[in-house]
Nanobody, 115 residues
Framework: QVQLVESGGGLVQPGGSLRLSCAAS????????MGWYRQAPGKERELVAV???????NYADSGKGRFTISRDSAKNTVYLQMNAMNPDDTAVYYC?????????WGQGTQVTVSS
């Protein structure tokens, strides 16, 4: 009953920036956590960034200092701003939401960093 729709992926050159969006079909405040994960071919899905219902954020070391997670409650949308991107950031990025024992995933958006 909850849908998460990612957008904003694409091709970017090393050193460039990209902003991903995750639009939820419900108020984002119903979720204890929302976040971004990514998965590169042949690798495990890994956490990128998370934001709690209270607005507390946390980041994986890979994106710390380069990535910023934020939200717009009026739009039921969570964002991931990615700066100073490098080829290691190439992956499918997934939006994730958690409400008690429930887990929701978006379909993913492809991000490719290449010259």
């Amino acid at each position: 009953q909850v849908q998460l729709v990612e957008s904003g992926g694409g091709l970017v050159q090393p050193g460039g920036s990209l902003r991903l969006s995750c639009a939820a079909s419900a108020s984002i405040f119903r979720f204890n956590f929302m976040g971004w994960y990514r998965q590169a071919p042949g690798k495990e899905r890994e956490l990128v960034a998370v934001i709690t219902s209270g607005g507390i954020t946390n980041y994986a070391d890979s994106g710390k200092g380069r990535f910023t997670i934020s939200r717009d409650s009026a739009k039921n949308t969570v964002y991931l701003q990615m700066n100073a991107m490098n080829p290691d950031d190439t992956a499918v990025y997934y939006c994730h939401a958690a409400q008690n024992s429930y887990r929701y995933w978006g379909q993913g958006t492809q991000v490719t960093v290449s010259s």
